[in-house]
Nanobody, 114 residues
């Protein structure tokens, strides 16, 4: 069964950091590009970051560039999104996604508030 499990969200103060994880199973994780998306209440889903299978190319939305870092550990079948300098507008549900496998994680909530 192809599956992605998101974790690592929580409540953090502005300026704080969180690291999200995306644990993959049921497929050859190391062969596929992974994306991270987010969706805030009442807003459209936003593509936040992408990383290729071998980590040779990463992309970021302008809204997170310089603050977020996407990475992966293919030996652990896990993807990561390191989020620094968090702002209230980063509050959203965050999802990892493997587009080639048409599979999404269940999401993890990130709330940035004082």
């Amino acid at each position: 069964q192809v599956q992605l499990v998101d974790s690592g969200g929580g409540l953090v103060q502005p300026g704080g950091s969180l690291r999200l994880s995306c644990a993959a199973s049921g497929f050859t994780f190391s062969a596929y590009t992974i994306w991270w998306h987010r969706q805030a209440p009442g807003k459209e889903r936003e593509l936040v970051a992408t990383i290729t299978a071998t980590s040779d190319s990463v992309t970021y939305a302008d809204s997170v560039k310089g603050r977020f870092a996407i990475s992966r550990d293919n030996a652990k079948n896990t993807g990561y999104l390191q989020m620094n300098s968090l702002r209230p507008e980063d509050t959203a549900m965050y999802y990892c996604h493997c587009p080639a496998k048409r599979t999404w994680g269940q999401g993890t909530q990130v709330t940035v508030s004082s």
